[in-house]
């Protein structure tokens, strides 16, 4: 596991200030798509972010074409999702949780992977692909299912070596024409991921179990979120206005950073599995 000593001087440094900060408290943690990104997913504004925007909810609901190619996209990417892995910086969060440091994980990711890397206490602001609604009748159904139906219904579909793949799960289908849309095997109703589209709000239920996860802690660490999303500069006015030290891990800048305790700008999975290495022993 990477500890302080394998960074660069600078890093080495930042982390080193976060420990202190960080030592003895226990931790909420709000991630981004940055803490992904070594599993092969990209993140929205980073180094090599595809240069697309991603379905609205106005578009996915209203515009037959939009969501027919968005099913072809999604079951494509859901795919490639499916085959990725949780990387160091997933591990790390989770075992600071077993460590009994962190309080639980906030992410703003759909992947799925802090679920599968150990973490137990995951709040998922904008939803999993792992699930797929009934917009008519709510009726919930397993993407791995709906999967097999989709290949049913279009054997043509297959999916590439190779994928631009979204944060989002998101793929741009170099064609969806003929692509029969699966539908709710209930009611006939639309089915839609059940992820928080752009133009979506994020449940209120949800953001008060993210909400009451800082509240429940003594520090907020964010690793790989700009903070673009009002939700999440929502979570940090939250512990701010409680005092809390609050650390960000970000390549780049964010809308956080004057409001940080510490700052590191560096990768996500060297400083986390650094921090996991180091915060046991600062208890």
């Not at 940055?34 to 990209?42: E, H, L, M």
């Not at 003594?218 to 650390?247: E, F, H, Q, T, Y």
Request: proline share 5%.
């Amino acid at each position: 596991m990477t500890t302080v000593l394998d960074l660069d001087a600078q890093t080495a440094a930042s982390v080193q200030r976060a420990i202190d900060a960080l030592a003895g408290r226990r931790i909420a943690v709000l991630t981004g798509a940055g803490v992904s990104t070594d599993s092969g997913i990209p993140d929205y504004r980073g180094k090599g972010a595809p240069t697309r925007s991603p379905m609205t909810a106005q578009q996915f609901l209203t515009i037959e074409s939009a969501r027919r190619r968005y099913w072809v996209g999604s079951h494509l990417g859901w795919r490639a999702f499916a085959a990725s892995h949780p990387n160091g910086g997933h591990e790390a969060l989770a075992a600071l949780e077993h460590a009994g440091i962190a309080t639980g994980v906030i992410t703003q990711n759909v992947d799925g992977l802090h679920l599968r890397a150990g973490s137990s206490r995951v709040v998922e602001l904008h939803g999993t692909m792992r699930r797929v609604l009934c917009t008519h009748c709510g009726q919930v159904f397993d993407r791995r299912d709906l999967a097999v139906r989709v290949e049913r219904d279009n054997p043509w579909i297959t999916v590439p070596d190779a994928v631009e793949l979204g944060p989002d799960g998101d793929v741009l289908p170099s064609s969806s024409d003929g692509f029969v849309v699966p539908d709710c095997s209930v009611c006939g109703g639309m089915l839609k991921p059940d992820v928080v589209f752009f133009g979506e709000y994020i449940p209120p239920t949800k953001f008060q179990e993210a909400e009451q996860l800082v509240a429940a802690s003594d520090a907020l660490l964010i690793a790989g979120s700009s903070l673009v999303v009002n939700s999440g500069i929502r979570l940090l006015d939250r512990a701010r206005r409680r005092k809390l030290p609050i650390v960000i891990v970000n390549r780049g800048e964010t809308r956080g950073d004057p409001r940080a305790t510490v700052k590191i700008e560096a990768g996500t999975t060297e400083v986390l599995a650094a921090l996991a290495q180091a915060l046991p022993a600062a208890r």
